[in-house]
């Protein structure tokens, strides 16, 4: 079956350094691919998308390229701020016509000042 | 605008007792689901309405949970005789278009109900 698999929290960073969050998927067929951010007390967002194998996907700083050989979505963002202090979802949706999302179990990050 | 609101945003119920969870979609929103979110684990799939048709109950744990969407808007996820392991939080997203023209619409997620069952 589907499943994702992503880096375990929390991770605790300083304001303006590197991130990368982890995410590895097992999916057959050509599945698309989400990260979701959810703020305290707010619902989840969907923060990009790739829908085929070598696409980048990136919002508000943050990038994910969907890399079929290594079947892997990694976050990444090069200067994190505080206001980024959020959960993260990897999540996958099997092709078109899917509606059903797996996610992973999130990711927790920090960003301190 | 509106987004997707949930109702109540907590509730406590005692083992045993019935619970009615409120789903207010975005208007004019085809697509209704249902998610479950154990603590500490991502969300996991429900159900799937279609305007009024629940075309997908594959996920619901047992036949103590039932979801209904009467007249294709609002939805209620009604679950009988809590048990401790139903202690989640819900969450309810909707999406414009209905299945297989939904294709990598975005699924637009309220803020869930945290349901305690003591």
């Known amino acids: 079956g589907n499943s994702v698999t992503q880096m375990e929290g929390p991770v605790t960073l300083s304001e303006e350094a590197f991130l990368t969050i982890n995410c590895t998927y097992t999916?057959?067929?050509?599945?698309?691919l989400f990260w979701y951010v959810q703020y305290p007390g707010e619902g989840l967002q969907l923060l990009l998308k790739?829908?085929?194998?070598?696409d980048k996907g990136s919002n508000k700083g943050f990038e994910a390229t969907y890399r079929k050989e290594t079947t892997s979505f990694h976050l990444e963002k090069g200067s994190v701020q505080v206001s980024d202090s959020a959960v993260y979802f990897c999540?996958?949706?099997?092709?078109?016509?899917?509606?059903?999302?797996?996610f992973g179990k999130g990711t927790k990050l920090s960003v301190i000042p | 605008g509106a987004g997707v609101s949930q109702s109540p945003r907590y509730k406590v119920a005692k083992r045993g007792q019935d619970v009615a969870l409120r789903c207010d979609p975005i208007?004019?929103?085809?697509?209704l689901f249902w998610y479950q979110q154990a603590l500490g684990q991502g969300p996991e799939f429900l159900t799937y309405?279609?305007?009024?048709?629940?075309?997908?109950k594959s996920g619901l744990p047992s036949d103590r949970f039932f979801a209904e969407r009467p007249e294709g808007s609002v939805s209620t996820l009604k679950i009988q005789r809590t048990q401790q392991e139903d202690s989640a939080v819900y969450l309810c997203a909707s999406s414009p278009k209905p299945l297989g023209l939904a294709g990598e619409d975005e699924q637009y997620f309220g803020p869930g109900t945290r349901l305690t069952v003591t």
């Open positions: 208007s004019g929103h085809v697509s």
């Open positions: 999540a996958l949706k099997r092709g078109a016509g899917s509606y059903q999302l797996t």
């Open positions: 790739a829908t085929k194998a070598d």
């Open positions: 999916a057959t067929g050509y599945p698309s």
């Open positions: 309405f279609q305007n009024e048709a629940q075309l997908d």
